[in-house]
């Protein structure tokens, strides 16, 4: 976790319910490229897909009414997905004084929909 006292990129995700997030449940195979070169092959699907699937196309604001916080962490500690969280200062939407953006710290791919 790095600490920035900048705004977060502006293509952020602000999740405010599951129909703010990307919407194939079916299991899908993903690549995770470790910054040795070594590689390692996941399936997920479900609610692991979705949230995996969004920090893909963009990162994504921590605080949500849909716990991306518990799906962050599976997808951490059971999957090995390198994900940080950056924060930040002053959230003008929300006035929360700090607050937390979701990246992906890595080369992840989608490499097919599982069978």
Not at 16 to 34: D, G, M, Q
Not at 57 to 81: K, M, N, T, W
Not at 100 to 114: H, Q, S, W
């Amino acid at each position: 976790m790095t600490d920035k006292s900048t705004k977060p990129p502006s293509n952020a995700l602000r999740v405010e319910a599951w129909r703010n997030l990307p919407s194939n449940k079916e299991p899908a195979r993903y690549e995770i490229t470790h910054e040795d070169g070594s590689t390692d092959q996941i399936t997920l699907a479900k609610g692991n897909r979705i949230i995996l699937d969004a920090l893909i196309a963009q990162p994504v604001f921590c605080a949500s009414p849909v716990r991306i916080s518990d799906r962050v962490c599976v997808l951490r500690h059971e999957y090995g997905v390198p994900i940080t969280k950056e924060m930040y200062d002053n959230d003008a939407d929300t006035d929360r004084a700090r607050f937390g953006v979701y990246f992906l710290d890595g080369n992840v791919r989608r490499i097919e929909e599982a069978a």
